[in-house]
T-cell receptor, first 119, second 114 residues
């Protein structure tokens, strides 16, 4: 299994540009999520999905859209990039809700990250 | 331990010594806790987890201790190795596994000195 993959690894955008960060997993996980990580801070949840066709907002959803048309893919769209969106973005997946059933299947697996700079 | 601000707390230990990383969590209703390790340029990696009905859980070279009275979580790493150098995050989740995911601490940078 490739696990959780993210593309691109690095991206530079100009203010106002749009782009899509790709995330895919081949573990048949239902739960997927997007986090951003800023210097000196922990990860903050942007959006999450509990299954194909179902998405919801996390802690910091403004400026981002997501969709979940398949179990495998969970792209994150920046509608109009702003310098405040400069960050490292991580996609994660798990078989079930984190901590939901107290088994190892709750474990979230993270992708390698996308480093985004908005000028 | 965890703190507010742009600079991560740093813990420096000698190779071979034991290390203890601390975390104060915020929500008394949280009942599931995880420790993640993040190496430079990589995504977080699961280390060990613990539920609120336990005080201690051991893994390979790692032990997590939970003190619910003071909302404190710690990660003990035995006989530290150079490969243990990383940023360590604690994360918490609400009872039943809230769909809105985990709440992460800000991390502690562990440095292993030869």
């Amino acid at each position: 299994n490739a696990g959780v993959t993210q593309t691109p690894k690095f991206q530079v955008l100009k203010t106002g540009q749009s782009m899509t960060l790709q995330c895919a997993q081949d573990m048949n996980h239902e739960y997927m999520s997007w986090y951003r990580q800023d210097p000196g801070m922990g990860l903050r949840l942007i959006h999450y999905s509990v299954g194909a066709g179902i998405t919801d907002q996390g802690e910091v959803p403004n400026g981002y859209n997501v969709s979940r048309s398949t179990t495998e893919d969970f792209p994150l769209r920046l509608l109009s990039a702003a310098p405040s969106q400069t960050s490292v973005y991580f996609c994660a997946s798990s078989y079930s809700l984190p901590g939901g059933y107290g088994t190892s299947t709750d474990t979230q697996y993270f992708g390698p990250g996308t480093r985004l700079t908005v000028l | 331990g965890e703190s507010v601000g742009l600079h991560l707390p740093t813990l420096s230990v000698q190779e071979g010594d034991n290390s203890i990383i601390n975390c104060a969590y915020s929500n008394s209703a949280s009942d599931y806790f995880i420790w993640y390790k993040q190496e430079s340029g990589k995504g977080p990696q699961f280390i060990i987890d613990i539920r609120s009905n336990m005080d201690k859980r051991q893994g390979q070279r790692v032990t997590v201790l939970l003190n619910k009275t003071v909302k404190h979580l710690s990660l003990q790493i035995a006989a530290t190795q150079p490969g243990d150098s990383a940023v360590y995050f604690c994360a918490e989740n609400l009872s039943g596994g809230g769909a809105d995911g985990l709440t992460f601490g800000k991390g502690t940078h562990l440095i292993i000195q030869p």
